[in-house]
T-cell receptor, first 111, second 115 residues
Framework: NAGVTQTPKFQVLKTGQSMTLQCAQD?????MSWYRQDPGMGLRLIHY???????DQGEVPNGYNVSRSTTEDFPLRLLSAAPSQTSVYFC??????????FGSGTRLTVV | AQSVAQPEDQVNVAEGNPLTVKCTYS??????LFWYVQYPNRGLQFLLK??????LVKGSYGFEAEFNKSQTSFHLKKPSALVSDSALYFC?????????????FGTGTRLKVLA
């Protein structure tokens, strides 16, 4: 998954805590997105960005915030973690010809 | 509603046998079609895509996919399965809506290749 770096790889949060999932890319792509992956539900789009300063909501945005101050970084913030947010989170960049390149994921558990 | 279906949660195949992982879609227009593979504790990796042209598309690791417009299917195939092909496979379509791209992913099919 060269080109898209996600940190941390694993995280355990208590209900109500906040945290930021980091995503950085070195491929200079304008389009970045955050997905969550849950068993039996495939990938669901949380938020996406088409360039620095521009973000928009995806399919399941509630409980998450994003910002895009630079082309390279696209952090995802959980404002007040809930057990329903236990999931694996993937950041991805989009090459319109090839499709997505995904990071290696962050496995989040909210207890 | 526009959707992608992967009707099998898991496919088991013996090593050396041909494999097929099924995908059907229900979208308007002429979508781009993709297959991705996910190995344990990794993100999804691009395998192949269909945009237009020849209905048989070849991709990475010896995989290929057959586009069938009348059946709205895009099944993933490989002539001879390897144990190392065991992974989670996702079908996806790209559609254009209101001038923007939208990707719809299937729920994934776990492929298990038995030695």
């Amino acid at each position: 998954n060269a080109g898209v770096t996600q940190t941390p790889k694993f995280q355990v949060l208590k209900t109500g805590q906040s945290m930021t999932l980091q995503c950085a890319q070195d491929m200079n792509h304008e389009y970045m997105s955050w997905y969550r992956q849950d068993p039996g539900m495939g990938l669901r789009l949380i938020h996406y960005s088409v360039g620095a300063g521009i973000t928009d909501q995806g399919e399941v945005p509630n409980g998450y915030n994003v910002s895009r101050s630079t082309t390279e970084d696209f952090p995802l913030r959980l404002l007040s973690a809930a057990p329903s947010q236990t999931s694996v989170y993937f950041c991805a960049i989009l090459d319109r010809g090839k499709g997505y390149t995904f990071g290696s994921g962050t496995r989040l558990t909210v207890v | 509603a526009q959707s992608v279906a992967q009707p099998e949660d898991q496919v088991n195949v013996a090593e050396g046998n041909p494999l097929t992982v099924k995908c059907t879609y229900s979208v308007s227009g002429n979508p781009y079609l993709f297959w991705y593979v996910q190995y344990p504790n990794r993100g999804l990796q691009f395998l192949l895509k269909y945009i237009t042209g020849d209905n048989l598309v070849k991709g990475s690791y010896g995989f290929e996919a057959e586009f069938n417009k009348s059946q709205t299917s895009f099944h993933l195939k490989k002539p001879s399965a390897l144990v190392s092909d065991s992974a989670l496979y996702f079908c996806a379509v790209r559609i254009t809506t209101s001038g923007t791209y939208k990707y719809i992913f299937g729920t994934g099919t776990r492929l298990k290749v038995l030695a």
